[in-house]
């Protein structure tokens, strides 16, 4: 989006900072949000990354970095530097998400000619430099996907969470999930710090319009005649139910 429809589109989520890297052209563009009550300061961006500073001067800060790395091949190097240049400026616990336009190991693409190795070096030397550590996923290991011409689906893990070993160590639960999306070849990635949030289920409570549903009563009268070997009368009830 170009930045004067995005304000207004950032009026309607929860947020109550943020910081904007406008597009140029058609394409690019990076956003950053934020609760009002994080201690959060945009140290530096650029269309490739926005890089913050989580509690400025309290025994807890730590840096997050949202990242775009370049989609062509011949400007990951570009890509690396600026890594580099980020992880000379401080020495704190480092955060680091986004896409990365690039794969680590070759199973991590699936589809046309494979990943040369060189290429994948490039950016495992970069996050070495960094001491950063992949923090793994939950889900459906690829993040992007496109059809080519012939029926060929390309799928590769692109976007991902690295972490140095200050940071992982006072979060020690984090974990990262991979997300679905139906409307974009990207699937979107979460990050939970503290581990996954609880989630109160509801009790559950029967619904009187179910009786309306054609063929309820005889789902329910075929429950209660099936017989069950427990032998403890409520064991029964609960099987039925």
Not at 163 to 188: R, T
């Amino acid at each position: 989006m170009a930045k004067a429809k995005l304000k207004n589109f950032l009026k309607k989520l929860n947020f109550g900072d943020s910081h904007v890297v406008s597009k140029i052209n058609q394409g690019g563009g990076l956003v950053l949000l934020w609760k009002s009550d994080l201690q959060l300061r945009v140290d530096s961006s650029s269309l490739n990354h926005i890089d913050a500073i989580i509690n400025k001067g309290s025994d807890n800060t730590w840096m997050f970095t949202g990242f775009y790395g370049a989609p062509e091949t011949y400007n990951h190097y570009a890509s690396w530097n600026l890594l580099r240049s980020l992880n000379s400026k401080f020495n704190l616990s480092w955060l680091c998400g986004g896409n990365f336009n690039e794969i680590l190991k070759s199973h991590e693409k699936v589809g046309l000619r494979p990943r040369p190795l060189g290429q994948m070096q490039g950016f495992r030397d970069v996050l070495d430099e960094c001491g950063f550590m992949d923090m793994g996923f939950v889900g459906n290991k690829f993040t992007w996907n496109k059809n080519i011409m012939g029926g060929v689906t390309v799928w590769e893990r692109l976007d991902r969470a690295v972490a140095n070993n200050d940071w992982m160590s006072h979060f020690l639960a984090s974990k990262v999930y991979h997300l679905e999306c139906g409307c974009s070849d990207y699937k979107p990635i979460i990050i939970h710090p503290l581990g996954i949030p609880t989630q109160h289920q509801k009790p559950w409570r029967f619904e009187q319009v179910w009786l309306q549903e054609e063929g309820c009563h005889e789902t329910v009268n075929l429950a209660w005649k099936t017989i069950h070997m427990d032998p403890l009368p409520m064991a029964q009830v609960i099987e039925n139910l």
